[in-house]
Every structure is written in structure tokens, then in C-alpha cells.
């Protein structure tokens, strides 16, 4: 009981840790993309929903490479640890975020981006108005990237190598118990693995609506 | 004067183009008609900075624009479109936006939204969000946060057009008060409102201005 509660607190940090960076890139990065006009804007549109589809054991691949001994980052020894597994899973979440948030950012009226200006908005303040009437697309695309890496096992056991008591989280552990044959611990595994999307899920909705039901200033 | 516009000329890809040979407006309320179709709305999105085309002189307030500084001058006028478009935010918000990207204080914010409302009727709507509310009503949503930050210029397309009798002479007795320290300009089929609020009216036609009434 302590080892699933263990594995699942684990679990928690890298996917938590993982979904907020590639929130913070990939969100700003998608309203920049909206925003601005440059040449190569179509093929980084092109490229980022190309790669939302990336098999996680290829990223896993890559993110192995990258940090195996004789790799480019290499030194740092980081290979079989939670900071390679949670690179792993931004590298699998961000393009997710970023195509589900400028889909989102894009379909808004031009008429409303007009209306930003003339009403004295700055650049930056017609993007926070392009992000906020999105917020609900924004909480789409984090969900669903959560939802990816969340269930994702290929990539974070080439990375982690599922260790025990240092990468082993809820999905590589019901791979293990599984082929152990202890099915009553990979069942329990998968009931918390759902228990913690299932919370994260509310967590986010329930910010998500109160943010919505905000007013201001009302006297 | 506030706007002093020699030869300005916009085109669409589309190829329609308007042309303006000379525009001279002093603070006043100028009216602006013609066929649908005739470049009133463009010529009002020029007016308000919003598209740029390309002129021999255009002075507002006296001064040759900068076109590297558009930003700064559309902070000084305000352009209210036919059809209301507003935020997925509350009414409140709605009018307060102008006032929040000028950063004003959240009291200022607060009176300055609370007295707008009063003017236009609409203070029973202030905590109502925008899809919740007619259009009728959203239309002097509209109106009210164009006005709410007193800018130089208020450029009005259509502004009583989906609204009642009594809302539509509310509002025109609301522009001929505010007209003494904003300069306006209206865009309207509505022929005798334009006789009613302006002191110069002038005609649109096939993408040119072309005789005053």
C-alpha cells in the first residue's frame, strides 16, 4: 500500500509539473503565433499539429538519446530520472496545447479584434483579450494534454526505466505488476491513475467556472 | 479642425475602392449617407485608424498623422460598429474595458460605468452577461462603451438602428448633449435623424464622398 502510495505521489509530480510547463510555453507561444504575421507562420502551424500526433515512444527515443552517456547532454546525467521523464512528457503535451489553443485563438472574430483596438487596446492587451474570450479552449487543450501524458507509458519507461523508488510512477507500475501477475496491485494502480485525472480534471473545471463567474467592481 | 483629409484613398482586394478628395470636419456632428455598399463604414474605419490607406494629407487635430504611431491615435477616437459586438464578459465589464486598458482606478472605473449606464438605461443590466441580454440592449451596451471614456472622436455606424422609438430618441438626445466637447460623426440611412443631430451632412456614393446635402 505504501509502494502505490508512493509511486502515486510520483505520478502526481511529474505529471503536474510536466502539464504546467508545457502550459506556460505553449499557450503564450500559441497567442504569439495568433498575433503576429511572419513568413514561416503556416509551416509552424503545420509542424506543431504534425507533432501532436508523435508516437511518446519515438519522443521517449529522442529524449533517450538526448541524455543517454554519449548523447549531447549527456553529462548531465539525468537519464533515469524524473526530470528526463517529465521532458518527455512536455515534449508530448506542448504541441497538443499549442494546436488545441490556436485553433481556438484563430476562430475568434476579427470583428472583436477590431473592436480591441478601437476601444485603445495595446498589442499585448488584444492578445490577453484574444486569450480570455478562449479561456474555455485553453482549459480544453490543458485537459486533453493531461489526459495524454497522464496514460502515457511508452516514453517515460524508456527515459525512467522504472525504477523502484526513484521513476516508477502508476503506469509503468501496472506494466510491471501485470506481467508479475500481481493483478490486484495493478488494479489498485489503475484505479488511483484514474482517481488523479478524475481530481485534476474538477480541479481544473471547477477554476475554470470560477473564473468565469468573476465580477468586478459590482457595488 | 479635427480632421483635415486631402485625396485619401483606400483599396480592398476585392477592388472596391473609396476615395476621398477633401474631408474638413471641425468639432461638430457630421452626418454621412448613401446606398448600402457606398464605403460609409469604410470610410468611418479610416477615420478611425483602423485600416490605412494612402492620402496626400490627413491632419487630425491639426497634426499630420504618423502612421507609426496609429496606436496612440486610436486611443483618442472610437468607432461603434452596426451590428453590437461585445465580450463573452458581463455588461459592467463590457463598458469598463476602454477604461482598464487606460489602466483608470478601479473607483474611477466604478463611477465612470455606473454614470454611462444611468445615461443609457442600462444600469439594471450591469451584472448580466452579454449573451443575456437583447440586442436592442446590446446596442446601447455598445454605445455606452464607446462613450465612456470621453475620447476626442465617437464615430457611430448606424447607432439607433435595432433599437425602439424611445431608445433611439435617448440616445439621439444623448449624442446632441455630449456633442459640445466630443466631435462625432454619424452614419445613417435615416435621413432626417441626420437633420435632426448634424450641422453638416454629407453624401457617399460607389466609394466617394461626393456633395453635402
Known sequence: MSEIFEISIRSIYVNCTAILISTFVAVPLALIVDFFGFRSKRFVILLFQTLTGIPPVLVGLLVYLLFSRKGPLGNLGLLFTSTAMILAQILIAIPIIFSICYSHFSKIDEKLRVIMKTLGATGFQQMMGVFRESSVGVVNAILTAFGRIVGEVGAVMIVGGNIAGRTRILTTSIVLYTNMGRFDDAIMAGAVLLMIAFSVNVLITVFSDSMEKKKWYTR | ?213
Request: positive net charge.
Open chain 2, 1 to 213: 479642425m479635427v480632421y483635415q483629409i486631402s485625396k485619401l484613398q483606400f483599396s480592398y482586394d476585392s477592388g472596391f475602392t473609396l476615395f476621398v478628395d477633401e474631408f474638413l470636419m471641425q468639432n461638430s456632428i457630421v452626418g454621412i449617407t448613401g446606398p448600402s455598399g457606398s464605403g460609409k463604414t469604410t470610410f468611418l474605419l479610416n477615420l478611425a485608424f483602423l485600416y490605412t490607406g494612402k492620402w496626400e494629407s490627413f491632419k487630425f487635430m491639426g497634426k499630420e498623422i504618423d502612421v507609426d504611431d496609429l496606436s496612440s491615435l486610436r486611443k483618442r477616437v472610437t468607432y461603434v460598429p452596426q451590428h453590437p459586438i461585445l465580450f463573452r464578459r458581463t455588461v459592467f465589464e463590457n463598458i469598463a474595458y476602454p477604461l482598464k486598458v487606460r489602466r483608470f482606478s478601479h473607483e474611477q472605473i466604478r463611477k465612470k460605468v455606473y454614470s454611462i449606464a444611468e445615461n443609457f438605461r442600462i444600469q439594471d443590466l450591469l451584472n448580466k452577461k452579454a449573451w443575456q441580454i437583447s440586442g436592442g440592449q446590446a446596442k446601447r451596451v455598445c454605445l455606452a462603451r464607446g462613450f465612456v471614456f470621453e475620447p476626442d472622436v465617437v464615430l457611430l455606424d448606424e447607432p439607433t438602428s435595432d433599437l425602439d422609438e424611445d431608445s433611439g430618441k435617448l440616445i439621439e438626445q444623448f449624442i446632441l448633449d455630449v456633442s459640445s466637447r466630443t466631435s462625432i460623426v454619424v452614419v445613417s440611412h435615416d435621413k432626417q435623424q441626420l437633420c435632426r443631430l448634424c450641422s453638416n451632412i454629407l453624401y457617399m456614393e460607389k466609394g466617394r464622398l461626393l456633395h453635402t446635402l
